[in-house]
């Protein structure tokens, strides 16, 4: 791919990018999120509302391959040990059960755990970066940054689960780091569709104050144009 502009609509504007300098970072498409009989819904939450994103995250993760543009995954998740794991995230809560300890798909956001891989549909492929964070942020101890700009990218398409924890954390930290920011609305979803709604106005608000909000289907006609 050359270094034509492309532009596609978004909100709060029209958002100008470059596809040589653009990864798409898919959130925490984790099994313990989004499968049936997972931790999300053992918590009480209703997956289907996160399960909605899977098709337009795959069919985004498609074009980006097909494009030969970068793609990173993060996951949320601790070692095996807990030594990453502060008292306070373990505590929070009060559920049933909590970080470290056994749940319907092994131990609960523990690396190496049936339930804190990527679900299937979505599954990395070589040369894609898998980020382990142990926090919401996909920033924060981790060497996404790093990552980042050893491959001079500059804009990330924000992609993920939950829309107003961990995708609204790394846009934050993203933003603050120099990074241009466009999250795709339908490929982000929440438990709580109204902290969905309210964790994309708070991004594009005041101008795009964090960042820009578009959808899968504008990314990949703009994508398709340039192929
Ligand atoms: N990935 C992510 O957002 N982690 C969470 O903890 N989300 C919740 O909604 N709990």
Redesign the pocket.
Known sequence: MGRTSLTVPAEPYDFVFEPSGCALLI??M?RD?LEPGGF?EM?G?DVSLLRSTIEPNRMLLDAWRTAGLPVIH?R?GHRPDLADLSAAKRTRGRGPATIGDPGPMGRILVRGEAGHDIIPELYPIGGEPVIDKPG?GAFYQTDLDLVLRNRGIDTLFVC????????N?TVREANDRGYRCVVIADGCA???PEFHEMGLKMIKAQGGIFGFVSASEPVLAALAGSL
């Open positions: 959130i925490d984790q999120f999300g918590l939450n993060t949320e919401k993920g689960v939950t829309t107003e924890v961990c995708v954390t929440s438990y709580f």
